[in-house]
């Protein structure tokens, strides 16, 4: 069965320090990845997607980038966050293909920045 | 743009009594609408899901959906809530095989 993990759970972080996220997926092969942010009363804001290696599509402006250097690595980075980088970042994939998909969600990591 | 409304922003029940959220989007064309949950300290996860076909659909632990396609709704509904119920729930519309778009979501909170 295929299943998504992420890592770390929390982060707290320095104004001006780097960032890395990593989520990898298992069991499935060319998976649709997907970095969200989810703040309080705001849903779910997509920042970047990815349907392949190398392929990356960004949402929208912000400090933050996105790689996928592997089929089933996405890493969430940023050279110098900033305060408003803090929030709960969730990590999702699914099958792509082209068909009506179900996005699976990892446990999300939540980034303090101080 | 496209957009979904969640009106509903915080909801509190007692047990036994019945839930409808309401879900909203602006789509003009074949959508898929999807609820989503997330319950305290758990991954976010699927409760149902609206494709094609009946419009009524069922989910897990008697969650239920309509689709109404002239109103662009997908309500959630539930006809008695349980504690266990106390969670988040978000709605989702693609266009197809279109990124997902999410509603800013519902605070559920039932009390015993």
């Known amino acids: 069965s295929q299943t998504i993990h992420q890592w770390p759970a929390t982060l707290v972080q320095p104004v001006g320090s780097p960032l890395s996220l990593e989520c990898t997926v298992e069991?499935?092969?060319?998976?649709?990845l997907y970095w969200y942010r989810q703040a309080a009363g705001r849903g779910l804001q997509l920042l970047f997607y990815?349907?392949?290696?190398?392929?990356i599509s960004s949402e929208v402006p912000q400090n933050l980038s996105a790689s996928r250097p592997q089929d089933r690595q996405f890493i969430l980075s940023s050279k110098k966050l900033l305060l408003s980088d803090s929030g709960f970042y969730l990590c999702?994939?699914?099958?792509?293909?082209?068909?009506?998909?179900?996005?699976?969600f990892g446990a999300g990591t939540r980034l303090s920045v101080l | 743009a496209q957009s979904v409304s969640q009106h509903n922003h915080h909801v509190i029940l007692s047990e036994a009594a019945s839930l409808e959220l309401g879900c909203n989007y602006s789509?003009?064309?074949?959508?898929?609408l999807f609820w989503y949950v997330q319950y305290p300290g758990q991954h976010l996860q699927l409760l149902l899901k609206?494709?094609?076909?009946?419009?009524l659909v069922k989910g897990i632990k008697g969650f239920e959906a309509e689709f109404i396609k002239s109103k662009f709704s997908f309500n959630l509904r539930k006809p008695s809530v349980q504690w266990s119920d106390t969670a988040e729930y978000f709605c989702?519309?693609?266009?197809?095989?279109?990124?997902?778009?999410f509603g800013t979501g519902t605070r559920l909170q039932v009390f015993p």
């Open positions: 990815s349907v392949g290696i190398g392929q």
């Open positions: 989702a519309v693609n266009e197809v095989t279109d990124k997902l778009i």
């Open positions: 069991g499935t092969s060319n998976p649709n």
């Open positions: 789509y003009g064309g074949t959508v898929n």
């Open positions: 609206y494709f094609s076909g009946d419009p």
């Open positions: 999702a994939w699914d099958s792509g293909g082209g068909l009506p998909n179900i996005q699976y």
